[in-house]
């Protein structure tokens, strides 16, 4: 016997007690991908909720989704968009913004790029349009020219085709249905303004569904990791985290995929001015780029906007076999961005087949239209990452086969170790953090024999409790000098990064 008190154990033995968390400075610190993992159990899906349970869900889900299309889509576009606003609204939180003010922030800015962007755009396109109003008797007769001078071509030759006289109908033609269309203007501006009105109504609804979703994206993130199987408390095997990095992923290949198509039409046209094709390419290769490059954000129809603006620039100057020569350009930069740029950059940033990255494009646009395909991709990345995440999670029972031989066959989790869970979303923690990587709530190190205490900024002797930690609380300041000297110099507090200790950080990108 040394003569120590029980209660003055030191920490080396605190620190050997079985199934207790070993003090703070007896543990070594782990970052964030060092974190080690929990003992996981898999979930077996017994064979009667395959059969009955499963199988209905998948049938209500499906006719859901048939009898509530357009609530549905609003609902999907907004979580893609607050899933893309969320780190931004946690990068300002950790600056010392509330949410609600870091979410009205990050709004604020997203509007005011999209102005500026509109503001930009709304001079150079209305000036096209009122040049092309302008220009548009004089190309009908240069249309006109080009037909005389081709029908004289083809009588000096013999052929008896009156292709001028068919040219010149199909112009009149044009004219006198215009004539009389004009009477179905003010039914198709009834219409404009409809959709105007319903597509602005929804842009409302998916905006304020997505604040919502922002200010709330702490309690929404602890619902579903209630809601899915429990992982290992790592951030690799977190879901809201994987879900966050797939769009993360979708966002990084967009911005790629704008830029590989923007560059390449800006290059061509360029080549195009160089070669004296397109003289004005070489003029405003750059601008075309940058236009084209923007309008790949918008599938089917930002390719054929951005393809327009400089065919309607080669028509202005009187050129129609330079505007033949750019439709045929932009037609192989389409092929090429349809079946070989945009499989091979979203499967790399989504990890997902090309073959499929095609089909689920088609899919989504046939479905929903322009909507459907912006989120098809990140609704691929979204239900690829819950597969694979339910697959490491959940067991189906095979037929016939005893749960308990499941359980056994099943892959071994990894070592236990000493964890807790977090206060505020319930996400499993290691024993040495000090704030929760999922919502960043303070967890701290707890007293190894009194879990429920939390012992961040305290003395080692308030741990060890004793003689020494009344002294250190209420005695006199010689009383206080002995159980420092007793206890040690060193305070449970933040780890210190110029003694080359490990410092964790306590937050995450998802709420």
């Known amino acids: 016997m040394t003569g120590e008190k029980p209660d003055d154990l ?45 199988t209905a ?36 939180q950790r600056a010392g913004l509330p949410r609600g003010a870091a979410t009205a922030v990050v709004l604020l800015g997203f509007f005011a790029a999209l102005a500026g962007t509109i503001a930009l755009l709304v001079n150079p396109v209305s000036d096209q ?10 190309l009908i007769n240069n249309a006109n020219d080009w037909l005389a001078d081709l029908q004289e071509t083809l009588d000096e030759r013999g052929f008896g085709i009156q292709i001028a006289r068919r ?96 560059a390449s039409a800006g290059l061509s046209l360029w080549l195009f001015g160089v070669l004296g094709i397109f003289p004005a390419g070489k003029t405003y290769a750059v601008f075309f780029g940058v236009f084209y490059g923007f309008m790949e954000l918008i599938p089917y129809v930002g390719p054929v906007l951005g393809s327009a603006a400089p065919i309607l620039v080669a028509l202005f100057q009187g050129e129609p076999l330079t505007a033949v020569w750019l439709v045929v350009l932009f037609l192989v930069l389409q092929q090429l961005e349809g079946h070989v740029v945009a499989p091979q950059v979203f499967s790399h940033s989504l990890r997902i087949n090309p073959l499929v990255v095609i089909f ?38 095979p037929w016939g086969t005893p749960t308990a031989e499941v359980l056994r066959e099943a892959p071994p989790p990894q070592a236990r170790t000493a964890r807790r869970r977090c206060p505020e979303c319930g996400t499993s923690a290691a024993a040495s953090a000090e704030f929760c990587f999922a919502c960043g709530a303070p967890v701290g190190p707890r007293h190894p024999r009194r879990p ?23 005695g006199p300041t010689w009383a206080k000098h002995w159980a420092r000297r007793r206890a040690g ?23």
Do not use: C
Not at 32 to 48: D, G, I, K, N, Y
Not at 129 to 138: K, M, T
Not at 242 to 257: D, M, P
Not at 489 to 511: I, K, L, N, T
């Open 129 to 138: 349009i009122r040049a092309f109003q302008r220009d548009l008797p004089g």
């Open 452 to 474: 429920d205490q939390d012992l961040a900024g305290k003395h080692p002797a308030h741990i060890r409790g004793g003689a020494a930690a009344r002294a250190l609380r209420r």
């Open 360 to 397: 689920v494009l088609l899919l989504g646009g046939h479905l929903y239209g322009i909507v459907g395909a912006l989120v098809a991709l990140p609704l691929a990345a979204i239900a690829r990452e819950t597969t694979m995440y339910l697959r490491r999670h959940l067991v189906l029972e």
């Open 57 to 92: 869900a998948l049938f209500a889900f499906a006719a859901l989704a048939r009898a509530s299309r357009p609530v549905l889509l609003v609902f999907i576009v907004a979580t893609v968009i607050a899933l893309i606003l969320n780190p931004v609204v946690k990068l300002l």
């Open 489 to 511: 110099s060193a305070v449970v507090a933040e780890p210190d990064a110029s003694r080359g200790e490990a410092v964790e950080p306590g937050h995450s990108d998802v709420g």
């Open 167 to 262: 040219g010149e109908t199909a112009l009149e033609t044009l004219r006198s249905n215009v004539v009389r269309g004009s009477g179905d203007i003010l039914s198709f501006t009834r219409d404009l303004i409809r959709i105007f009105v319903e597509a602005g109504f929804a842009l409302i609804l998916i905006l304020v569904t997505a604040i919502y979703m922002l200010i709330y994206g702490k309690q929404i993130g602890a619902l579903v990791r209630r809601v899915m199987p429990p992982g290992d408390g790592t951030p690799d095997d977190d879901y809201p985290i994987r879900v966050q990095k797939a769009v993360f992923g979708y966002v990084r290949g967009q911005l790629t995929f704008s830029l590989i198509m923007g």
């Open 10 to 54: 030191s920490d080396q033995r605190l620190a050997e007690l079985p199934g207790e968390p070993a003090p703070l400075d007896a543990t070594p610190l782990h970052t964030e991908s060092q974190v080690p993992p929990a003992r996981v159990e898999p979930v077996v899906v017994p064979r009667w909720m395959q059969a009955v349970v499963l």
